[in-house]
């Protein structure tokens, strides 16, 4: 006594890897538009051509 | 006298509601700093100016899945809604939450649910991914081992350990190291 410690097998993991699957949706243009000023114009004008 | 009380009954409607624009910006920096309560209030504003909004919607039910808000849940006696009755809540409307609603009912573990919901939706690799997640559980070992190995090509992060689970479970240890060249 104490008895020998015996080796046991255990449950193999399993990861929840499905949570990873689920994000938020892309809002970034439901936001509002950062700078708002002549210079973010400019950009405007800049991507539309 | 009369000015002042017109002035009186002006102030409840003289402060319009924010812009859904501003909401949506106030949702993303909690969205960005893991405060899920909050973006569900954000959500929920959203909602009540565009009770439709898909974007709002969608951001409700992913911010309550990442809180661990699936179930019906009470704060002070009163029974608030989770992912799921709020899914169901909008199944109405013409927008796509099977994959989050499978995943709800696997969380819940109502697996058969979970399955039938999972079979009306396109069998892409996240849906055989929640397959094979429900099927272990189920105990069906075999099946989950076969799923898996249809997703080896999806390079799905850890997905061997998931594999090297359901082959010990299904009594194929043996198949182990060559899963997991």
New interface residues.
Partial sequence: FPPAFQSIPRNPIVLDLAYHCIDFPDIENRMKKKGGGFMSRINLWGTKS | MAPKSKEKSKTPTSQPPP????L??S??NH?QGSEFEEAVKLADKVLSIVPTD??AI??KV??L??DDKIDDYLIKDVKINGALSVINSFQKLPIDLG??KA?CL?RLNKLDEALVCLKGLERDS?TL??ES?IL?RLGKADACVDVCQKLSKSE????E??L???L??AGKASQVPKALE
């Fill in positions: 812009a859904i624009e501003d949506f910006t949702l993303n969205i898909e974007d969608r951001c992913v911010a899945i990442k994959f989050h995943y696997y996240e991914l929640l997640q272990y799905i992060e850890s997905l350990i998931n090297v689970a359901a010990i479970t």
